[in-house]
């Protein structure tokens, strides 16, 4: 469907209030049968998003200030606003350079992923049970935006953050969020093919949300993903060429207490398929998620063997 703005088009003047056009938008989003998953689940929610973006207001106003009439110049910029969501099928994330991740925001545009791990909520109980002291050096690798590196520094004031990843514009982004949140002195961005610019150094936390989409889920992905930075989703047949490598090298940069925390998503099958002799943990989420398993540096080191047999050229 397309949504083209005309000075008499009628919904101006048929749409008067906030809610109106919220309403108005819900329903556009559901004729053209959009995907959401990048920060909300529902064409509602998403209207509120996108509208009071627009509006330059916050979504906790909504309820508030649903019957205010909006003004013809507010009228134009959201329809064009509303529009582009159905046309190009774009994630609202992208079209606000706005996410949510761990009750924090973030910048974000299509250089990164929008943030929507389960992490998150390992992160609010600080990986509880999962360490068993305060962790004094984290790494996140394949940070991204920066969303769990810096999140993990607000729940550990005291730790030292190094944010790895490949792709210098994840980085950049990065930048640009950990200056946001005035983390400069605690989260260090790093450009680095996994652990190969940080060989050397030891961490008492590894936390990893690597690329792990298998090829048949790439081929089937919705539109949205598109627009999403391609090196951050896929990984081969079974999405986990990048998994057995970190698998293979964790224990060597972990502390002797130390602990891997790793996402793999609906790739959590091919896991337990290449790896039938590994008791993984696999993470039991109260907030919705899944596919999250951790392993300490003494179950990495007892089943080395296996890891560095099953790491595939990439």
Known sequence: MSLTPEPTNPIYS??????DWTRWAASEFNRADLFFGHGTDNAWDEAIKLVMFALALPSELFDASKNAKLLAQEKQ??????ARRVEEQIPAAYLTNQANFAGLSFYVDERVLVPRSPIAELIDNKFLPYLSEQPSRILDLCTGSGCIAIACAYAFPEAEVDALDLSVDA???AQINIEGHGLMA????????????VAQEKYDLIVTNPPYVDQEDVD??????THEPEMGLGSGHDGLDITREILAKAASQLTDTGVLVCEVG????HVEAAYPEVPFHWVEFTRGGHGVFVLTKAQLEEYQEIFNQRVVAR
Do not use: Y
Request: aromatic fraction near 8%; avoid cysteine.
């Open 14 to 19: 048929q749409l008067t209030t906030i809610e």
């Open 77 to 82: 910029e959201l329809f064009e606003l509303i």
């Open 171 to 173: 980085l950049n982004v």
């Open 186 to 197: 605690q989260v260090i961005p790093i450009q680095s093919d996994l652990f190969a610019s």
């Open 220 to 225: 089937s992905l919705p539109a949205e993903f």
């Open 266 to 269: 609906n790739s959590q099958i």
